[in-house]
């Protein structure tokens, strides 16, 4: 009887679980056996490894072999537990020494042949190992740009199992990483491009300066689209720790780019209004996959035609704009993804959607059918509500150019270095993440600046969070004008902002 372990990684989510694999081979008649709660892709394994390992020159126990993933309660979802499975089982036929096993974690998929192939959450399973204290790791090849993300883990690749063997018995080295090169944010859409709409241009920018939801309502053509895939370039390139927690989604979510997996741009995320619910918030048998809420955090999603997706889709962002991330209940477990991003909302103003107002056929009733597809609980937490106009002229050679985006991104960057000086100590680097009770107390404005504010909640025209939201607004707009705390006309013009017939 012969009993050898090595060890891999399961994912909930993002967050990370240890998994020892036990290999027991005793007596009895040729067989294997998989315990452990594995779905249905995982009990195939024991197959697929068993041809692997024959295939690679090794030689599979002629006799009973019994194959333990603990802890046992625990989910096992997926196909990267078969490069530890393969390990444990050649250490307890004593094929390969297991001193190495010690501290090493080891994923990867198996193909008949012995191939090593790339499994999606290499980058959350070696972060989760890294707080665990293990220091090693052992991955595909393919996916060691992106396991040499993790700081302070020693990553191996192999292309085969017979180059695991072989490292195993110290008989050659394996691949190691090279240093990993950041993407630099290139040459994003340039808001000069947008010819007009002024008070748009401004809403956007007060968006990009204090992390604020934005919605823009107006006919079709007059560069709602436009103004929204220029919000990532008015935002501040990624921090290191932000770019990690960008890939690690992306890692899940199988879409990371091996070849340059750390991105400094702020994700941009446009789904169609066809898009379910599911792939919006994240769903799926078994343990739900991230949706595009969670794609877009610490960046841009964007709705257009937002009156066309349906409520069902539009009510199920509420939580997640308050929380900044997703909470999704399976049978097998829960799971949470981060979703802090900044939602853009764009639509028009009825179903014909004609260029100017007056020449509308809809009725009354039809129209505010349409728009009451946003309801008053996801407005209310939008903080910047404009009524975008036609264009009237297209002429830009009159030495009056827009302002491009180098020049707006300056003016932003300024302002939430402002915020995040303020803020820091207790915690919140934007205006849009402090906290109501903070903006009351603690950071309470004079009454006079707050007057138009009070006189907005006793009339019932604003609710206790949209007060809230004005003051993180006004907040902005201050930083923005380099003030020192806003005043009774930032409080004022961030309330004009709310302005429902805006919506």
Not at 132 to 145: I, K, N, Q
Not at 406 to 422: G, M
Request: charged share 25%; glycine share 10%.
């Amino acid at each position: 009887m012969a009993l050898a372990r090595s060890y891999s990684v399961a994912l909930l989510g993002l967050e990370g679980r240890l998994v020892e694999i036990e290999a027991d081979i005793g007596a009895g008649m040729p067989g294997t056996k998989l315990v452990g709660l594995p779905d249905p892709g995982l009990r195939e394994a024991k197959d697929r490894v068993r041809a692997a390992v024959r295939n690679s020159g090794q030689s599979w126990p002629d006799t009973n072999v019994t194959l333990g993933l603990s802890p046992a309660d625990l989910p096992k979802v997926g196909s990267s537990y078969d490069l530890g499975i393969a390990v444990a089982v050649l250490a307890a036929a004593a094929a390969v020494p297991s001193d190495r096993l010690a501290g090493t974690v080891l994923l990867g998929e198996l193909a008949l042949d012995g191939r090593l192939r790339a499994v999606a959450g290499i980058l959350p399973a070696l972060l989760a190992a890294r707080r665990l204290g293990y220091r090693r790791a052992l991955v595909p090849v393919d996916s060691v740009t992106e396991a040499a993300l993790v700081d302070g883990v020693e990553v191996h690749g192999a292309p085969t199992l017979s180059d695991v063997v072989a490292w195993l018995r110290d008989e050659a080295p394996l691949c190691e990483p090279g240093p990993v090169q950041p993407v630099v944010a290139g040459s994003a859409p340039d808001l000069a491009d947008v010819v007009g709409q002024p008070e748009a241009r401004w809403a956007l920018e007060v968006a990009a300066a204090g992390g604020h939801h934005v919605l823009l309502t107006g006919p079709p053509g007059i560069g709602k689209t436009m103004l929204a895939t220029r919000l990532p370039g008015l935002l501040p390139p990624l921090s290191a720790d932000e770019a990690l927690e960008v890939a690690a989604i992306r890692s899940v979510d199988g879409s990371l780019s091996r070849s340059a997996p750390l991105a400094t741009v702020p994700p941009f995320v446009a789904p169609h209004h066809s898009i379910s619910r599911g792939a919006l918030v994240g769903g799926g048998s078994g343990l739900a996959a991230p949706g595009a809420v969670s794609k877009a955090h610490r960046g841009v999603l964007f709705l257009d035609e937002a009156a066309e997706y349906g409520a069902e889709r539009l009510e199920s962002l509420r939580t997640v704009l308050e929380e900044g991330e997703i909470r999704l209940a399976r049978i097998r477990g829960v799971v949470r993804y981060p979703a802090a991003f900044q939602l853009v909302l764009a639509s028009n103003t009825c179903p014909c959607a004609p260029p100017r107002d007056t020449d509308c056929t809809c009725t009354p009733s039809a129209r505010r059918r349409y728009l009451s597809r946003l309801s008053g609980p996801l407005l209310d937490r939008v903080d910047l509500r404009v009524r975008m106009r036609p264009v009237t002229v297209m002429r830009t050679d009159d030495g009056a150019r827009p302002e491009d985006t180098t020049c707006v991104r300056q003016r932003v960057v300024a302002a939430r270095r402002r915020a995040a000086d303020r803020w820091s100590r207790h915690g919140w680097r934007t205006n849009s993440a402090v906290p109501g009770p903070a903006l009351w107390r603690e950071f309470a404005l004079p009454s006079s600046s707050t007057t138009v504010v009070e006189q907005g909640l006793r009339r019932g025209a604003l609710t206790a969070r949209g007060a809230d939201r004005c003051l993180r607004v006004a907040w902005t707009l201050a930083d923005l004008a380099g003030a020192d705390r806003p005043d009774g006309d930032h409080v004022a013009a961030a309330l004009d902002f709310r302005d429902r017939r805006a919506a």
